[in-house]
């Protein structure tokens, strides 16, 4: 009896899950991790949301299902695209700490080439968006794409933040970076 | 002989600690949670920017040393009060996901009453900043402070994300919230 091999499973972590064509984004993601030996995990089930949904039941459906998809994976791809502000969509930052506690691989990119120091002088010269951000604030000048933690979290896991800029504004669906970063994961995981 | 029992030991993230006074506003936080029987771990050493920096290197140095710290704690005091966009700041999410993967106890405050779906709006409307955002990308309305994987995490922990506004913009050193965020946390772990 000869057993075939299973493929290693690589959450997709990233922000276009909010996007109306997310599951025809993520089934393109899948695809390419096909091509490269692993196996995708897409955290978008448009299920979970045709349920009914009564106050916070559909956010605790939503959490415990990619929890458990996390905890069945074998690695993880970050899009790290800046969202919503400076840095990255905070689900993609948890999801990224999570995998890095249990010692999993992780791998991220991001569509910008701007670093994080650059990208804060922008929004605090035209935010007009009140948050806790002070002028008196350091802003770490690392020549990272992001705060420190996320970006050296990737390379004690042996990788590196891959950034490659779409054409104008960020773009998080542009998929140049995603390649490269599979590329550089699946030598990694020798598949 | 008798030991002296030590005490469970709380990380306290937050972005207080790009504060010019942040050696301050950390003592005063750890001072707060030795009252309440516990020892603060405030992860802010300037020693560790006093130190030679090359390229990278004291990004390196940061991230090994809050790591080394994170594993050393029993639970984890998360201030996720908006910062440099509508979530909360990006290192503080990230031990927020490594705390949580490790299975201990996590508690977290904002000092914002709005929703993350009020937040949004705002930002969209005024913002002029060059994100990876979209019209079209859907907003999370589930009434929760931010993404939804954060705060389910806090209530699958066992604790919930205590909101208690800061008066004018949010101020990330009000400590109203905070107390209230380990008291409820002293109770969870008797002390």
Known sequence: ??????????????????????????????????????????????????????????????????????????????????????????????ELGFMFALRRPIAAYTNTAESYHARTAVFRDRAGFADADRPECEVEDHDLSDNLMLEMALIASGARLIRHPSPGAPDMTDLTAFRRCLEALAQRLGS
Chains 1, 2 share one sequence.
């Open 1 to 94: 009896m000869t057993k075939t091999p299973q493929r290693r499973r690589i959450y997709l972590a990233g922000p276009e899950v909010f996007l109306p064509n997310a599951l025809e984004l993520g089934a393109e993601k899948c695809r390419l991790v096909a091509e490269a030996g692993l196996e995708g995990v897409f955290p978008h089930d448009p299920k979970l949301k045709a349920q009914p949904a009564g106050n916070g039941v559909e956010a605790e459906r939503i959490f415990f299902a990619n929890t458990a998809l996390l905890s069945s994976c074998d690695a993880l791809i970050a899009n790290l695209t800046p969202f919503r502000g400076v840095s990255a969509d905070a689900g993609t930052v948890f």
